[in-house]
């Protein structure tokens, strides 16, 4: 059994940053991709960023010179840094995992960008 628990999400004014975390435990052999994922309200599910265990990372358009995910593969963990946010970027994050093969979420963090 494989547990995803992603933190750090919060209410911040437009312009301003949050950093999420996102950890991985239990029954692991070896953590492939990690990948953000966001869905606002009545929008459907959509990549944000993903991290490969090559180190290979891409972004969405919308969100590319403000956001950045990182990885610390020694404690099966993954980072979104944001910056600049803006209104736009209010949903709800998810954090997916590639655990030897399988995909495995976590039960997301509510990012709102409101003044």
């Known amino acids: 059994q494989v547990l995803v628990v992603e933190s750090g999400g919060g209410l911040v004014q437009p312009g301003g940053s949050l950093r999420l975390s996102c950890a991985a435990s239990?029954?692991?052999?070896?953590?492939?991709?990690m990948a953000w994922y966001r869905q606002a309200p009545g929008k459907q599910r959509e990549l944000v960023a993903a991290a490969t265990s090559g180190g290979s990372t891409n972004y969405r358009d919308s969100v590319k010179g403000r956001f950045t995910i990182s990885r610390d593969t020694a404690k099966n963990t993954m980072y979104l840094q944001m910056n600049s946010l803006k209104p736009e970027d209010t949903a709800v994050y998810y954090c997916?995992?590639?655990?030897?093969?399988?995909?495995?979420w976590g039960q997301g963090t509510q990012v709102t960008v409101s003044s």
């Open positions: 239990g029954n692991i052999f070896r953590i492939y991709a």
């Open positions: 997916n995992v590639d655990v030897d093969g399988r995909g495995y």
